[in-house]
C-alpha cells in the first residue's frame, strides 16, 4: 500500500478515535473530527480544557484508529504539535473544507488545533478469505 493509497483510505473518513496518555500514564480515547494532507498528517480541533489537548502538550505522542466499518482500518501513530502561522492557516482551509462548523468553532475561546506526523501506520482489510495488513514506519511514510 502506497502513501497515497494510505492517504485515500483516510480521506474517505471523518472521523477517528483519537489516544493519548494521561499525566498518570493511563490511556484515554476520544472521537475526533480529522483531515489529512498528502504528507499523511492528521489534523483536528479540540477545546483547550479537553483532556487530550493537556495530554498532548505534556506528551505528544499520539494515536488514532480510522475507519472501523467494512472490516478495513487504519491504525495510526505519531507524534503531535500545534502549527502556527501560515502551517496553520494552512491546514485550517483543509479543516474547514471538510467541517464548514468548524468556522464558527474557530471563534470559541480556547479553541486549539493539533497535527500528528505519523511515525507508523497499518492499514488492515478482513473483508476476503486472506486478510490483508500492511504496515509502514518511518522512512517509508517519507518517501511514499
Not at 483543509?94 to 505519523?118: C, M, N, S, V
Request: charged share 30%; proline share 5%.
Amino acid at each position: 500500500m502506497t502513501r497515497s493509497e494510505f492517504h485515500e483510505f483516510i480521506r474517505r473518513h471523518k472521523y477517528a478515535v483519537e489516544a493519548s496518555t494521561s499525566s498518570v500514564q493511563a490511556p484515554q480515547a476520544a472521537v475526533v473530527g480529522i483531515v489529512v494532507t498528502e504528507e499523511l498528517e492528521i489534523f483536528f480541533d479540540t477545546l483547550a480544557s479537553a483532556r487530550k489537548c493537556d495530554n498532548l502538550r505534556r506528551d505528544p505522542r499520539i494515536a488514532f484508529v480510522i475507519g472501523w466499518d467494512e472490516e478495513q482500518t487504519v491504525q495510526y501513530e505519531g507524534v503531535a504539535d500545534e502549527p502556527r502561522g501560515a502551517e496553520l492557516a494552512h491546514l485550517k482551509e483543509l479543516y474547514f473544507a471538510k467541517f464548514p462548523d468548524g468556522r464558527e468553532r474557530e471563534r470559541w475561546p480556547g479553541i486549539t488545533y493539533f497535527r500528528a506526523r505519523p511515525s507508523w501506520i497499518r492499514y488492515s482489510d478482513f473483508r476476503g478469505a486472506e486478510p490483508r495488513v500492511v504496515e509502514r514506519t518511518g522512512d517509508e511514510l517519507a518517501h511514499g
